[in-house]
Antibody, heavy 119, light 110 residues
């Protein structure tokens, strides 16, 4: 079964850190670029980080650059997002998603994990 | 950065009716790089349409996409109860690789 499953969300104080994980199954994880995308309360979807299929290149939204780090372990079929110096505006549901370059679209999404940054 | 503006923000219709959702881009987008998604509460988005008009695997044919340049449309013909959800358009542009989403249209049951 093709799926993505995120874990690691929770409540953290401003300035704190969290690490999200996304486990992949049912497809060749090492062949695809992967994204972290978030949806803040009452807002739309925002791509926050992207990693190339082999981890050789990474891109970040300006809003998280220097604070978030995306990584992957292809041997474990797992994607990560290390989030440091968290701010209240980082509060959102975070999704991992598989990017299909042939479709130029995200064809597989996880169910999301909630991150709340609050004192 | 290309900005996508979706309209209306909320659309109230009854089952069986036709829904027309609009996505307007701030500059021209290649048809190849325009996609639509459906999202239901508690779930991740689901890919409906890619390449502006190609249905993704398993998507019913009541969903259709059209448009070019700066104006794109998602049409749902004969709404089913399960179609009431949030819908997003998305574009891809490079260089550098950038992906943006519209703010979404909420399709609610009248």
């Amino acid at each position: 079964q093709v799926q993505l499953e995120e874990v690691g969300g929770g409540v953290v104080q401003p300035g704190g850190s969290l690490r999200l994980s996304c486990s992949a199954s049912g497809f060749i994880f090492s062949a695809y670029g992967m994204h972290w995308i978030r949806r803040a309360p009452g807002k739309g979807l925002e791509c926050v980080a992207f990693i190339w299929f082999d981890g050789s290149d990474k891109y970040y939204a300006e809003s998280v650059k220097g604070r978030f780090t995306i990584s992957r372990d292809n041997s474990k079929h797992t994607l990560y997002l290390q989030m440091n110096s968290l701010r209240p505006e980082d509060t959102a549901v975070y999704y991992c998603a598989k990017w299909d370059g042939d479709l130029a679209a995200f064809d597989i999404w996880g169910q999301g994990t909630m991150v709340t940054v609050s004192s | 950065e290309i900005v996508l503006t979706q309209s209306p923000g909320t659309l109230s219709l009854s089952p069986g009716e036709r829904a027309t959702l609009s996505c307007r881009a701030s500059q021209s987008v290649s048809r190849t790089y325009l996609a639509w998604y459906q999202q239901k509460p508690g779930q991740g988005p689901r890919l409906l349409i890619y390449g502006a008009s190609t249905r993704a695997t398993g998507i019913p044919d009541r969903f259709s996409g059209s448009g070019s340049g700066t104006d794109f449309t998602l049409t749902i013909s004969g709404l089913e109860p399960e179609d009431f959800a949030l819908y997003y358009c998305q574009q891809y542009h490079r260089p550098p690789p950038t992906i943006t989403f519209g703010q979404g249209t909420r399709l609610e049951m009248k």
